[in-house]
């Protein structure tokens, strides 16, 4: 009882700690700034590292899932719905929110699990140099599917959140901030349980584990890794969606930029690693906006690429991954 | 029964010493305090159902998984054991680069061009560090070993020091002929460079004309007459193993270690394998450490064997004493003869 | 296969290969001065002749010269040593933004086009393997994806740093190379032309070399299983980062060349689709064959710089309304997608592969005769 509660509170008191001094240095609107932009990194950093738990490919593709996430959100919400601007009935709003997100996690769950379908499974036994050639050929089919369907310049995001905001603390905060952040933490606790809870969860540890063994002991690998590849898909999906509310505006090639910091905040947090991941997402947004107040906000992308490059040199392994190790 | 090996004063005929090595994966220990002696011109086979460790404690020797304590001594040098203080390796990149680079700055107050030339001069020694790192020539391994840092050898640090080795699943480069296999062996023993390559110098391409005729060579003492220009993955089973054999062998290695060199042969190949290697030791004088599970193997060929179980050395002797030992006989004879 | 010639008794073709096999050098040098004189001629015969000028087509091969000379160089890191690099422009960018420095009225330099040809490529090489040097040592999939980022950043460095390259805006004006006194000028492509064959024949001819050296047999064998590569003595990562700084290297030569010829370099010129539609012709003309990524190189660039453009004309004159609204060029990255991944699904071993990767069974007892076959580099 007593290791187990020290086992969980030992670090969340430390991610309170460090959150509190980030408070304090960066101030409430920059504060909530980086924890949003976080919560978007920590859920496609997700899909990066389940897949490469599982299938060892870097999915060169997963942040043109996201990209496509955004856009199907938007086009539930223009299309579907009609919508352009703020809902301000907060019932229509939760419910609006619930329904568009639902549906844009079904569907890019779908595709997700479609292009390992046709794209990854086919070579799964194949030298590695092919499925990561596929996966960036599947990367550009995605972006200029986009490009040709909805044009090349920024489409506009219709804002249904209102854009109200809150006192704390002597700073004000948006609510989209809010719900955003509480939204990323929802998923990734479900994600946590899903994981370690459900008998397709104990699947997925096996199969990434040891993927004979687990054949050998029942586990359908092609079903377990379809499986992993639409939820991976699903939380980009949602972190699309949240994205465009967040931006106001998506754009085809927004997935190249996300997705190479979410890959970042991945390697980061230990390849293979969930709560790495989640972790790294955030560390990552607050080097973002560190950059941003200290007015190098056009140098942002340039030291996340070099914090990737320090990780690799000092720690391949991640802050909480497992020892890669270099020899083999 | 002594063997021809032991009568010589030791120390100048022991090839290979692994000293009390241990290897753990977190909290499960693969191997425990495994010694192991192979004398020059020996034979050594090291056995044990599945599961012993083997193939652990071979990955060590081989300079594939550093062991959680002992150390492995090749030639009297230790090749392998736990490193130490690796964390400071990387610092001691940056570090004069970062010194100089300070400088540099401090000095571009007083002048901007002696500074733009000190910068230089910072990331030239990143550069020469960062490079001297993959490369890892004497000087830097002397430097490391001054700072108390071990790593234990590379793989082909390995080769270099005169180990070659086989796969248990075979691991041949495919899609290259049989003969590029073997002359990838000869990698170390061919000193052409790119600038060579390049300009096709004559000494160029006589090495590799040469290479050519030695790899030949090589494939015909492993009976490959004829299969040179085969590509590895077309070749029979049998022939792939010898092909493997043949590529250790073209590092003119003194030691030779074989990872299961008969499995899944049948039992017309497994002689032909077993005759190999003792024609290989006779003729060439080389040594070999082999690993078998399949103990009918070793027998005949090997001088001493040692018997692993649950990661623990349960026996070491000749073939006989091996055989009539009745802790063998329990863990791994247990059962009906075949 | 049946067939055994009998030495004695060649055939005039027989006779020809095998001297080809002998000469390889020569030979390739020869059918580079054989298609260079060639393809000036051939798109004089009418279908070619109604798309556009000779001289057009002449500047037009200069710069697919370029693509293949960075398609040659990537070939050498992916298709040879099996390194995914994703960010090959920014080599492309470093040899074109030295150039720029090197010698343009812009920072009142003026250093030859022929020495900064050899710049270019050491200070490309040189930053490949201040890259590659903490990357290489990982499992290669993490050099994709810093390649990625690095062909990234580099542009968006040249883009920020105004104040040294004047951002947005690029630096133009740059000079164009002079030869003993004889200038090359805009009007006259034909300067251009022959130095572009030049570069090609040699790189091809010291690609050929490589690849058939221990060197080149290293790169194979890491590329097949790095393990085993290890084990048979190579030292993977120095082997791996040679390969990597080739490449670099090559695409340092091109960004020189190809800005010389343009006279101006923008941070615009070098985004990801660049690295990308050169993967696509390595991966089209089949990884780790010269020749063949060579062609793929020279076809994709002439689809895309004339193929499409005379596509939406000749639909544009059709005067059908959807086929009219159509923009081809628009599609091409979404193809050069659905292609790389039909060609690692279907055909991996390329659309113009070496009968060294044809061959299945050799059934000659001939163990010499294993040199990689030159005489395909005549079809290039």
């Not at chain 2, 010194?99 to 990143?126: D, F, K, N, R, T």
Request: aromatic share 10%; no cysteine; charged share 15%.
């Amino acid at each position: 009882m007593t290791p187990d509660f020290r086992r969980i509170a030992r670090p969340l008191g430390i991610g309170a700690v460090a959150l509190l001094v980030e408070y304090l240095l960066l101030g409430t609107q920059q504060f909530a700034n980086a924890m949003t932009l976080g919560a978007i990194y920590a859920l496609i950093a997700l899909g990066y590292t389940m897949v490469y738990g599982i299938v060892e490919l870097i999915n060169f593709a997963h942040g043109d899932v996201f990209m496509v996430g955004s856009f199907l959100a938007m086009w539930i919400m223009t299309t579907v719905f009609g919508l352009v601007g703020p809902v301000t009935n907060l019932l229509n709003l939760v419910g609006l929110l619930a329904i568009v997100m639902f549906a844009t996690m079904l569907g890019m769950g779908l595709i997700g699990m479609f292009i390992e379908r046709v794209a990854y499974r086919p070579l799964r036994h194949a030298p590695r140099l092919a499925p990561l050639i596929t996966a960036i050929g599947v990367s550009f089919i995605l972006q200029n599917i986009i490009a040709v369907a909805f044009g090349p310049s920024p489409v506009n995001f219709p804002q249904i959140v209102p854009a109200d905001k809150f006192d704390l603390l002597g700073g004000k905060i948006a609510y989209l901030n809010l719900f955003i952040v509480i939204l990323a933490v929802v998923l990734m606790i479900a994600l946590q349980l899903f994981v370690g809870r459900t008998r397709l969860g104990r699947a997925m540890r096996s199969t990434a584990q040891d993927r004979e063994a687990a054949e050998l002991m029942g586990v359908d690998i092609n079903q377990t890794i379809a499986i992993t590849f639409f939820i991976a898909a699903a939380l980009a999906g949602a972190g699309g969606m949240v994205q465009g509310l967040y931006a106001g505006s998506i754009k085809f090639d927004l997935g190249f930029y996300v997705g190479l910091k979410a890959f970042t905040a991945a390697v980061l947090g230990g390849i293979g690693n969930t709560t790495g991941a989640a972790i790294g997402g955030f560390i990552i947004a607050f080097v973002e906006v560190y950059a941003t107040v200290l007015g190098y906000t056009q140098w942002s992308e340039v030291a996340v690429f070099t914090v990737l490059i320090l990780v690799l040199v000092f720690r391949p392994s991640g802050l909480l991954g497992q020892q890669l190790g270099e020899r083999t | 029964m002594t063997t021809v090996a032991v009568d010589r004063p030791p120390g100048s005929n022991l090839l290979l010493r692994a000293h009390k090595v241990t290897k753990a994966f977190g909290g499960l220990v693969a191997v425990k305090e495994v010694d192991l002696e192979i004398p020059r011109g020996s034979i050594i086979s090291l056995i044990g159902p599945n599961g012993a460790g083997k193939t652990t404690f071979f990955n060590v020797i081989a300079g594939i998984l550093d062991p959680t304590s002992g150390a492995v001594e090749f030639d009297g040098q230790q090749v392998v054991a736990r490193p130490v203080r690796a964390w400071l390796e990387p610092i001691t990149w940056v570090v004069p680069a970062v010194i100089v680079g300070v400088l540099g700055v401090l000095a571009y107050q007083a002048s901007a061009v002696a500074g733009a030339l000190i910068v230089l001069l910072a990331i030239l020694s990143l550069i020469v560090m960062l490079l001297a790192a993959i490369v890892r020539p004497a000087w830097y391994r002397r430097f490391l070993l001054r700072v108390g840092v071990f790593k234990s050898a590379r793989p082909n640090e390995m080769v270099r020091a005169g180990i070659g080795r086989t796969f248990q699943n075979i691991r041949l480069f495919a899609n290259m002929t049989a003969l590029e296999n073997v002359q990838v062996g000869m990698h170390l023993k061919m000193t052409a460079n790119a600038a060579d390559a390049l300009l096709s110098t004559r000494r160029a391409r006589a090495e590799e004309k040469e290479s050519v005729t030695r790899a030949l060579n090589f494939l015909e003492l492993v009976g490959l007459k004829g299969r040179g220009s085969f590509m590895a993955k077309n070749l029979p089973y049998g022939d792939q193993r010898r092909l493997e054999v043949a590529r250790a062998l073209a590092s003119e290695p003194a030691l030779v270690l074989l990872d299961e060199p008969t499995a899944g042969m049948n039992p017309k190949e497994t002689r032909e394998m077993t005759e190999l290697i003792s024609r290989l030791r006779h003729d060439l004088g080389l040594s070999f450490l082999l690993i078998e599970h399949d103990m009918k193997v070793v027998m005949g060929i090997s001088d001493r064997i040692t018997v692993l179980d649950h990661g623990e050395r349960i026996a070491e002797g000749t073939p006989e004493e091996v055989r009539r030992n009745p802790r063998v006989i329990e863990a791994y004879l247990g059962k009906p003869p075949e | 296969m049946t067939a055994v010639s009998n030495p004695r008794v060649q055939s005039p073709w027989a006779r020809l290969r095998s001297g080809a096999r002998n000469h390889r050098s020569i030979t390739i040098l020869l059918g580079w001065v054989l298609v260079a004189s060639v393809l000036p001629v051939l798109v004089l015969i009418p279908p070619l002749s109604t798309f556009q000028p000779q001289s057009l087509w002449i500047d037009g091969f200069s710069n697919a010269g370029v693509f293949i000379l960075l398609a040659m160089g990537l070939n050498v890191v992916v298709g040879l040593a099996g390194l995914l690099d994703l960010g090959y422009a920014a080599f492309f960018a470093i040899g074109s933004y030295v150039y720029a420095f090197g010698d343009s009225p812009f920072t009142n330099v003026q250093i030859p086009f022929w020495p900064m040809l050899l710049v270019g490529a050491i200070i490309a090489a040189t930053l490949g393997l201040l890259l590659g040097a903490p990357t290489l040592r990982l499992r290669g999939d993490y050099l994709a994806i810093v390649t990625l980022g690095f062909g990234e950043i580099v542009p968006a460095v040249f883009l920020n740093a105004s104040s040294l390259t004047k951002g947005t805006n690029g630096i133009g004006g740059i000079y164009k190379p002079e030869l003993f006194g004889f200038k090359f000028t805009l009007e006259n492509p034909v300067p251009y032309y022959i130095t572009m064959v030049a570069i090609l024949a040699v790189t091809m001819v010291l690609l050929y070399r490589l690849q058939g050296s221990r060197l080149g047999r290293a790169w194979m064998a890491v590329r097949e299983d790095e393990l085993a590569a290890a084990s048979s003595g190579i030292n993977t990562i120095t082997t791996k980062l040679l390969a990597f700084a080739l490449g670099a290297s090559t695409a340092g030569l091109a960004g020189v060349f190809a800005t010389s010829k343009l006279t101006f370099v923008g941070p615009g010129q070098f985004g990801f689709q660049v690295s990308f539609t050169v993967l696509a012709m390595v991966v089209l003309g089949g990884m780790g064959n010269i020749w063949g990524v060579a062609t793929g190189a020279f076809v994709i660039y002439t689809i895309q710089a004339v193929v499409l453009k005379e596509l939406n004309q000749f639909f544009q004159a059709l005067h059908v309304p959807i086929l009219q609204s159509i923009d081809f060029v628009q599609y091409q990255y979404l193809l050069y997608g659905i292609a790389l991944v039909a060609m690692m699904l279907l055909r991996p071993e390329g659309l113009f592969p070496s009968s060294r990767r044809r061959q299945e069974l050799h059934a000659t007892s001939d163990d010499v005769a294993d040199v990689p076959p030159p005489t395909e580099a005549l079809d290039a």
